[in-house]
């Protein structure tokens, strides 16, 4: 069975850092590329990040750019998300989901939908 | 960058009932364009992708279609359990955007 799950969320103040990790189980890690996304208290869902299988190609959305780094090791089955200068409008469930398809990413797009989704993590940025 | 607009942004059908929503980008997506659903409090499940195909284990009432900037979401007979937010998702460049959703409830 393919699983995601993530942790690491918890209550920082603005400013602050935090590390998220999703790990891996049930599906070839290393051929899928990985993604984070977001979704505040009562909103709908915003793309954060995404990268491919080997690290090669990254993405970002606008809103976190310059912020946020997400990276994976493919030998620990697991993906994560260093968020830095958190701000409130951070807040947010943030769930890692792989992508539909194994290797969907080249140099200048990804060609994935997102399937499946883990559990989500709470990140609350609050003073 | 290419907006996904969804609408209407909420609707209430009755049980049975043949229910729409339509997702409409700002440019051409070809068919890359994907619906998930999200029940109160869970994890959003994809449904659709590739604009008409459905997901393994998702119900026949759901269906799909569209290309270029248009695209539709089908309930053919609305049940209690299909209660939730519909997004679309379009996924033909690195940014994968989200619609803003649609709340179906019953009436």
Request: contains cysteine.
């Amino acid at each position: 069975e393919v699983q995601l799950v993530e942790s690491g969320g918890g209550l920082v103040k603005p400013g602050g850092s935090l590390r998220l990790s999703c790990a891996a189980s049930g599906f070839t890690f290393s051929s899928y590329s990985m993604n984070w996304v977001r979704q505040a208290p009562g909103k709908g869902l915003e793309w954060v990040s995404s990268i491919s299988s080997s690290s090669s190609y990254i993405y970002y959305a606008d809103s976190v750019k310059g912020r946020f780094t997400i990276s994976r090791d493919n030998a620990k089955n697991s993906l994560y998300l260093q968020m830095n200068s958190l701000r409130a409008e951070d807040t947010a469930v943030y769930y890692c989901a792989r992508d539909g398809m194994a290797d969907r990413c080249s140099s200048t797009s990804c060609y994935g939908w997102f399937d499946p989704w883990g559990q989500g993590t709470l990140v609350t940025v609050s003073s | 960058d290419i907006q996904m607009t969804q609408s209407p942004s909420s609707l209430s059908a009755s049980v049975g009932d043949r229910v729409t929503i339509t997702c409409r980008a700002s440019q051409g997506i070809s068919n890359y364009l994907a619906w998930y659903q999200q029940k109160p409090g869970k994890v959003p499940k994809l449904l659709i992708y590739a604009a008409s195909t459905l997901q393994s284990g998702v119900p026949s009432r759901f269906s799909g279609s569209g290309s270029g900037t248009d695209f539709t979401l089908t309930i053919s007979s609305l049940q209690p359990e299909d209660v939730a937010t519909y997004y679309c998702q379009k996924y033909n460049s690195a940014l994968r955007t989200f619609g803003q959703g649609t709340k179906v409830e019953i009436k």
